[in-house]
């Protein structure tokens, strides 16, 4: 089995988000920068099946030169090559235009299956998975928390409001990992040396053949609204509390 | 460090350090920051979730939970791979050791188990005996502890030592008899790195497993914290030691435990950061979200500048303890695990720096008090209950500053070290001395220039404070010869002194790479933390000066002495209120330490 494990590098969630000068893109200076966790799911679900059925596990990362540290710890965690398509200016660009360059890296490939996180939690656009499935003329099954792989063909559950649905289609595909799919495995001690020597290819998108195409752009980042601080209900008695608090439940929260 | 020359242990005494020389969190490899993700990322998902079972002694849990530290290499750093770890450098091990620091309890069983209970193999075992033991320790398969201290042997550990080990009458088996306590890990270890007199007299180290006949662990004691780590007396009657299970050599058991004891001091200085910037993280946030005044704390002077204090503390115990090891490091590089002088090399160039590592375990155990306790003002009422994690920590740290030597007996290794190493010739401390002596008249604190670069007058502080602990140890020296020994009180201050001096050049150092690498607009709050440290550290030097001065002469002796110690340590205070303003607000903003890697 040949699998290729998309990999974005996004902010840790711990990290402070602040917007930089422009209004448009967020002032990287103090991020932490992790592996996409929905892209953890991904890459254990791909090592699960390597182990199983043997073959190959390639992991793509797009971006600056920073993107290295997540291909890195994928392969600490246990995948066997990474291609990093190096472009420094990628970061927040139009996800169709990061999807036409996955795909330039891919196709060569020839994977059985390409893995993708379901979203991404920096810009939660969901969208380069498809697009890549669609560059490729792959069928794709998105939003999957099991997965089965046999005879050629891959069969994928995806949770719908308290039920599932079962996708069936015939490999190669592109799968979109949910949470539940698997328990991702930590980068261990033995793999981290190991991924030293593993290797890592570098390739700008004009190697690739890819130009840049942004149909969208980032108008404005704006800020969560700061949090409006805490009201005490007032009142003597339980009812008096009580009644208050409907009070400001119906006409300030307006949520009843 | 390959090509460049390595300093000598204490040597930074003499002169300034080629900041080259001196290692910083900042140039951690990659593989070094993925070990800090991944024991980050193993204490926030198996160790917390399992707190409460951990602090009732759940020993099945904790077993569980060593066995996946060790499948994860978080055993086996220090082990060679042949005996199935992973032979790394001392960063690395201090890597998890900071982030294991942040998981209380399992900290201590942790840092006994891979520390005191397995380096002793490691540096000291035969080929077979690594063989044996290394593997299972190394998976975690196997728990170690580590028994030196007696009921009646503690600080005088070798002196006090009742335990008998004599040989069986058919030579097979030392027959051990004696009583170890406070043995952590005793509650659920199999091999026990045990210390006895061999016919009342030779000092030595054994392997002793608990399945051996004669050997039982007694009750657990009542702890004031680390409630999850096993502490337990270590009984041996008539116990059956097989003699190939002596450690090393016949005589040889003060090397093994006060080199392995090097190790785990510079080790619980890692520990303790980590726990300290854990509990800096829960101050910020408590503070950020406490209003009172209708504001948030946070907003108030007062709490800013222990948030700032607690920063700056962290930061020079950091800057020195990663400094320190480097310097190990850069000692064992060329030594090789397949030597079979390998461990009596490791623990000579370890040993070279026993005056860092007895630095490293002072500052950081004290900078962890100091933090834990302004963690819990900070949190005011919440902060003395259980319900907030404020409490624990204060509980769990007070431990660090009694085992691994109390934090007396390291600041008397320091000053006694330096003075061991002038006497043989090793640092031309006294040839310093004495140069200092001439020329002090002379010198004005008026007449330095200074480079016009930053840091310039920190730099030079940093070099006048370690001219004023040559200059007071000298005196002392003098005043006392062989009897300075006696003089604990001067010998504290002494050792105060040289701590602090080390510290301070380490953030000066540190503040200084980071602006060669970052710029200063980037590097600004490596520098007021640098700054305002030694604002709070430099009039304190000159209190411990004067004290120790007062102490050794008096009339006009005194006052010429007094006059040399107020030159050189002569300081303009910086605007400390400024400088903190502007680190807290660095720790409000990052919900914690300011620095990440
Ligand atoms: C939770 C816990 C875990 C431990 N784990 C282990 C372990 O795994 N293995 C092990 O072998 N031991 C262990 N110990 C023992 C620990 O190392 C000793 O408690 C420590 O060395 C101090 O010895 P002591 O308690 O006998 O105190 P003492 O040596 O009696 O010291 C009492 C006080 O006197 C001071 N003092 C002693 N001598 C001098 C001197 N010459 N000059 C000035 N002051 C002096 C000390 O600094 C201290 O303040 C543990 C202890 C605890 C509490
Ligand atoms: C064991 C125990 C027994 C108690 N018994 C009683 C009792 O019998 N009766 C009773 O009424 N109360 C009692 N208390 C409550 C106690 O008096 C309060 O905890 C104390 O007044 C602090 O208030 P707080 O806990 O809300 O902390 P906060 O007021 O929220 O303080 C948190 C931190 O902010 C600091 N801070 C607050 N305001 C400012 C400011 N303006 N400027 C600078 N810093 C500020 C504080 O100094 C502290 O460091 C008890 C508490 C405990 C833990």
Redesign the interface.
């Known amino acids: 089995m040949n699998i290729v494990v998309c990999i974005k590098q996004v902010p840790d969630t711990?990290s402070?988000i602040k917007i930089a000068g422009d209004g448009k893109s967020i002032d990287t200076?103090?991020i932490?920068w992790?592996m996409n966790p929905y892209d953890e799911f991904g890459v254990e679900e791909a090592l699960r099946i390597v182990k199983d059925q043997g073959g190959e596990v390639t992991v793509v990362g797009a971006g600056p030169a920073r993107v290295v540290?997540a291909l890195?710890?994928a392969l600490?965690m246990g995948a066997d090559k990474a291609v990093h398509i190096q472009d420094d200016d990628l970061y927040g660009a139009d996800p169709i235009a990061v999807a036409k360059m996955l795909a330039k890296a891919i196709e060569p490939l020839s994977p059985d299956v390409v893995f993708f996180g379901q979203r991404a939690v920096d810009d939660d656009s969901g969208v380069v998975s498809s697009a890549v499935a669609e560059y490729l003329g792959m069928p794709q099954l998105s939003v999957i928390t099991k997965l089965e792989i046999a005879d050629g063909k891959v069969k994928g559950t995806r949770p719908i409001e308290g039920q599932t649905v079962v996708l069936e289609a015939s490999l190669p595909a592109v799968i979109s990992a949910q949470k539940g799919l698997n328990e991702p495995r930590?980068?261990?001690?033995?793999g981290?040396?190991k991924?030293?020597k593993k290797p890592l290819e570098t390739k700008t998108p004009a190697d690739l053949g890819a130009e840049r195409s942004d149909f969208i752009e980032i108008a404005t980042l704006n800020p969560p609204p700061d949090r409006a601080?805490g009201k005490t209900v007032e009142g003597e008695t339980a009812q008096e509390l009580a009644a208050n608090l409907a009070k400001l439940l119906k006409e300030e929260a307006k949520v009843i | 460090m390959a090509d460049k020359e390595i300093p000598q242990g204490g040597g930074f005494l003499l002169g300034p350090t080629d900041p080259a020389a001196a290692f910083v969190p900042e140039e951690f490899s990659d593989e070094h920051k993925m070990i800090l993700t991944t024991t980050a990322d193993f204490v926030a998902g198996d160790i917390v979730p399992m707190d409460e079972q951990i602090e009732a002694k759940d020993h099945a849990v904790v077993k569980k939970l060593m066995a996946s530290a060790g499948e994860l290499g978080l055993l086996g750093s220090d082990v060679p791979e042949e005996f199935g770890g992973l032979g790394l450098d001392k960063i690395s091990t201090a890597c998890i050791t900071e982030e294991i620091g942040k998981s209380g309890s399992f900290a201590v069983a942790q840092g006994a188990h891979t520390g005191i209970g397995t380096l002793p193999i490691v540096y000291y075992g035969n080929k077979e005996q690594k063989e044996k033991y290394l593997p299972d320790l190394a998976a975690g398969t196997k728990i170690a502890a580590y028994g030196l201290t007696e009921a009646g042997a503690g600080s005088d550990a070798v002196g006090g030592c009742r335990t008998k080990a004599v040989l069986s009458e058919d030579g097979k088996h030392y027959i051990l008899n004696g009583e170890k306590m406070f043995i952590t890990n005793g509650g659920w270890a199999e091999t026990f790195i045990v210390f006895a007199k061999i016919d009342n007299a030779e000092f030595s180290a054994f392997i002793v497993e608990r399945d051996f006949p004669g050997v039982s662990t007694g009750a657990e004691e009542h702890k004031m914290g680390i409630n999850g780590s096993s502490t337990t007396t270590v009984i041996l009657e008539d116990a059956q030691v097989p003699v190939e299970n002596l450690l090393y050599e016949k005589g040889k058991g003060a090397t093994i435990a006060m080199n392995v004891l090097n190790i785990g001091r510079y080790k619980l200085g890692c520990a303790a950061i980590g726990g300290a910037k854990g509990a800096l993280t829960q101050s910020a946030k408590f503070a950020k979200d406490r209003s009172q005044f209708g504001m948030p704390i946070a907003e108030f002077g007062a709490i800013q500048e222990k948030l700032a204090k607690m920063a700056a503390k962290i930061y020079a115990a950091e800057s020195s303890i990663f400094r320190s090891v480097g310097l190990i490091d850069a000692g064992l590089e060329g030594i090789s695990h397949d030597d079979p002088e390998y461990g009596a090399k490791a623990s000579a160039a370890i040993r070279e720096y026993a005056v860092e590592c007895s630095i490293d375990k002072v500052l950081g155990s004290e900078v962890l008090d100091y933090v834990v306790d302004e963690c819990v003002q900070i949190h005011g009422g919440y902060g003395y209950v259980s319900e907030y994690p404020a409490e624990r920590a204060y509980r769990d740290a007070r431990i660090n500053r009694i085992f691994e030597g109390t934090n007396e007996i390291n600041r008397m290794t320091i000053p006694g070290e330096l003075l061991k190493r002038a006497m043989k010739g090793k640092l031309p401390l006294m040839a310093a001395g004495q140069k200092l002596l001439g020329e002090i008249m002379e010198y004005s604190p008026l007449m330095v220039e200074l480079p016009d670069e930053p840091l310039a007058y920190e730099a030079h502080m940093a070099e006048m404070a370690k001219k004023a602990v040559i200059f007071v140890a000298g005196l002392a020296a003098q005043t006392y010869m062989q009897k300075l020994i006696h003089q604990q009180e001067i010998l504290m201050r002494v050792a105060d002194m040289v701590i602090e001096s080390f510290a301070m050049e380490s953030c000066v150092l540190r503040a200084k790479k980071a602006i060669d690498a970052l710029g200063e607009e980037k590097a600004q709050v490596y520098m007021d933390m640098t700054k305002a440290y030694m604002d709070e550290v430099l009039p304190q030097m000159l209190i411990w000066a004067n004290e120790s001065l007062a102490a050794m002469s008096e009339g006009d002796d005194l006052r010429t002495m007094m006059i040399g110690a107020r030159k050189l340590l002569k300081y303009q205070p910086a605007n400390g209120v400024a400088l903190r303003r502007a680190v807290a607000a660095r720790v409000l903003d990052k919900n914690g330490y300011p620095l990440s890697y």
């Open positions: 711990e402070v200076g103090d932490k992790v540290e890195r710890t600490a930590y980068a261990s001690l033995p981290i040396m991924a030293k601080p």
